[in-house]
């Protein structure tokens, strides 16, 4: 049997012997992973009776934390949302370059290093952003750490998995717009649009959360056919959902008033409601600018849009429904939530659906009828 010790120098021995001889054989070997490698493979050979010497074969080299970091990504591009993928890359690209500074001699070092010791040294490479954003770093970090340990091409390799105790997050009390301010909002984006965004962009957009509750990403994914504007209804596509409930799809209800904004807009794209390839990733730029601007002028509280503005539509349609007296179920299926083993068992049909879209308010900025990049304001300027 071949047997592992770890030297004083941090390095560690293996010890085998061969068969034929008796003799035994030693090598040094840089990490704990290496080592349990060539025990296994001395093992395997002596078990067919075979002498075994290291040099007679070229072990192949560790995998690198960039071709791991790769092969994660192409693996979540194929389970998970094209956004969440991309996120995740993107952050992973972060880590590589924290790895590539942390270790000089060899930028790209092999997945051995993974280790918690190393997750705290990156942790506090991130310092100078928000506290939420360094723990989401790291997670992710782990993320491709586990996923590795837990695969079958690099799982022999990969160091067990020992997570990092993150930091608590102290969590801000949810402070949601009310429709008057929303609609103050929305005044704003037709007076002035957005920088490199015309007003249909931001002003469709707007008005599309405003009324349903739904996500940026959603609202500009929409096409012409996903309304049916005679029956009052919005379908949203399996493809637009985020959690794996709503990618099943969902048909909801949607106000009047939605259905005659709909109505008046030209088919500026033939396909989409809101035309153009506005990024989503630039909707909350978009939208905090017309929020400060509302802000400024005094029109609405500061801590009605904190954090993401184009969320803040969201927080308002539930908020403001809720009020209202609206069932919480039913709000909860119109924008989206996750409603856990509920949402398995209960038929949408038992939900009051219409009745919770008939408490949305309508859009009083005098925008709402007006056709596209036309300004008609009632509040001031």
Request: glycine content about 6%; overall charge positive; some cysteine.
């Amino acid at each position: 049997m071949a047997s592992i010790s770890k030297m004083p120098s941090g390095k560690y021995r293996v010890r085998w012997y061969q068969p034929s001889s008796g003799t035994q054989v030693t090598r040094t070997c840089p990490d704990h992973a290496t080592a349990k490698r060539l025990g296994l493979e001395a093992e395997q050979a002596r078990a067919l009776g075979q002498d075994w010497r290291p040099e007679s074969r070229r072990a192949p080299a560790l995998p690198t934390v960039g071709d791991v970091a790769k092969a994660y990504i192409a693996d979540q591009h194929r389970r998970r949302r094209a956004a969440t993928a991309k996120g995740r890359a993107g952050m992973l690209q972060r880590f590589l370059a924290f790895l590539a500074e942390r270790f000089t001699s060899e930028p790209n070092p092999p997945i051995t290093v993974l280790s918690r010791a190393l997750m705290a040294e990156y942790f506090d490479w991130t310092a100078g952003r928000a506290p939420s954003t360094r723990n989401t770093y790291v997670h992710v970090a782990e993320l491709l750490w586990a996923w590795a340990a837990d695969s079958d091409d690099y799982g022999d390799v990969t160091p067990r998995v020992r997570r990092l105790d993150l930091p608590t997050v102290d969590a801000t009390p949810t402070v949601a717009p009310t429709w008057a301010e929303c609609d103050r909002v929305i005044a704003e984006i037709v007076r002035k649009p957005p920088r490199g965004y015309s007003s249909t962009i931001a002003h469709r957009l707007a008005v599309i959360m405003r009324y349903t509750g739904l996500r940026a990403r959603q609202g500009l994914s929409l096409l012409w056919t996903d309304f049916d504007l005679e029956a009052a209804t919005l379908t949203i596509r399996g493809a637009l959902g985020k959690s794996r409930q709503e990618r099943a799809g969902r048909v909801i209800p949607i106000t009047p008033h939605l259905v005659a904004a709909v109505s008046s807009w030209e088919h500026v794209d033939a396909a989409r409601v809101i035309p153009g390839q506005c990024r989503v990733s630039s909707t909350s730029g978009m939208f905090a600018t017309a929020w400060r601007r509302a802000v400024d002028a005094g029109a609405i509280r500061r801590s009605a849009f904190a954090g993401r503005g184009e969320h803040a539509f969201r927080k308002a349609f539930v908020t403001e429904l809720a009020t209202a007296g609206a069932d919480p179920h039913a709000v909860e299926y119109l924008v989206g939530h996750a409603s856990g083993i509920r949402g398995v068992y209960l038929d949408p049909r038992a939900l009051d659906l219409a009745g919770a879209v008939q408490l949305v308010r309508r859009i009083d900025d005098g925008t709402e009828d007006a056709p596209d990049n036309v300004v008609r304001l009632k509040v001031s300027a």
